[in-house]
């Protein structure tokens, strides 16, 4: 594909000396992490660069990730580790984005959590009280067992399902979120979005085919985290640039928030990927596209 081609009606193409002017009337830069900024544990060539240099333009810098297995304080600490000075207000994970908009409508019930004990953490940081992470792995023959002696514990106060990624996910966290689902009164939540399939994450995918319910998406592409961001920083989405690497998350994200956006091809999507769906998904088109966020540190 010639990687200066428009592939949609949207003025798709690649961020260069062209129109570098763009970055100008941006005031507020939002970047995704994993696959932008770093990959695991790995850097990205200078990205930490790149995130002081558009500090130093007078751009803010946001960073929003859809993981839930690490706490507001530890994404900032892993900035930190990398040489990324920002406040600690403009990171967000998932998880802490779900605990913000549990707060936002007054929640005060218990949580019955299947995910990380990074996203329990956070919710709980907050004055939430959780039930759930940790719980035994046991057996469906067990749980059934369990279930016919009375002995499965079910918390009468539980009023809301909180899902993250959950590397002990098992047959006894979905029957008792599916119970605690059955009360019609629940919320129920999911953390973030799976990229590979473009469906909620399988965790509470399972859940939802067991009761007939959806998940409430609360990371990216959902725009609370915008909204949450805009109404603690005054943000105008006009002038405002997300940052990605995936088109069904990010790029959605900052489509449907008004924002411009621009692809880096060090993660998940390919400009392939952009390519089939330029017909259907016009939402998942972003407006520019560059190899890696390091290649934006001399159009600064």
Known sequence: MDENKSVSSKNFEKLSVNNKNI???????FLDCDGVIWKQNELLNKANDVIKK??????????VTNSSVITQDGLWRKCLSFGISLNKDCTISS???TAQYLKSISFKKKIYVIGSQELAEELQSLGFCCVGPMEENYEISHILAMTQNGELD?????GAVVVGLDSGFNYGKIFKASCYLTNPDCIFLGCSFEKKYSIPNTNYYLPE????RKATIIGKPSRFIFDFLSSKFDLKPEKCL???DTIQTDI??????????????TGFSSLEDVEKVRNENEEMIPHYFIESLGDIYDLI
């Open 154 to 158: 079910f918390d009468p106060e539980v």
């Open 23 to 29: 970055l100008s009337d941006v005031e507020n830069v």
């Open 242 to 244: 997300m940052v990605g």
């Open 54 to 63: 558009l500090q130093d333009n007078g751009k803010n810098v946001f960073l």
């Open 209 to 212: 085919s067991a009761t007939g």
């Open 252 to 265: 959605v994200f900052g489509n449907d928030c008004g924002m411009k956006t621009l692809l880096v091809l």
């Open 95 to 97: 998880a802490t984005t």
